[in-house]
């Protein structure tokens, strides 16, 4: 695993990004003492459940169709504000 200086990780952290990427390790020091760790992340955070942009999507509008107002749906009234 190799060191590398906080103010240099800051630098050029694109760069080290694409060696990460590429299955290199980096421990990230202040003042010499270790901060940070750039490493592939484990297959468990990977897949940590982060929804995708369609999903959210979906489970708003499933959400939103079951909430009224009074008289009034969720709908109703995002439709309304299309107008």
Excluded: N, Y
């Excluded at 980096?26 to 897949?47: D, I, N």
């Amino acid at each position: 695993m190799k060191r590398v200086g906080a103010q240099e990780a800051r630098v050029h952290f694109s760069a080290l990004l694409a060696q990460v990427a590429e299955g290199e390790s980096f421990l990230v020091t202040r003042h010499g003492r270790a901060v940070a760790l750039l490493t592939q992340p484990t297959e468990s955070v990977a897949a940590s459940g982060h929804a995708s942009r369609e999903e959210v999507i979906r489970e708003l509008a499933e959400f939103g169709r079951g909430i009224r107002l009074g008289d009034i749906s969720l709908q109703a009234l995002r439709d309304e504000g299309r107008r």
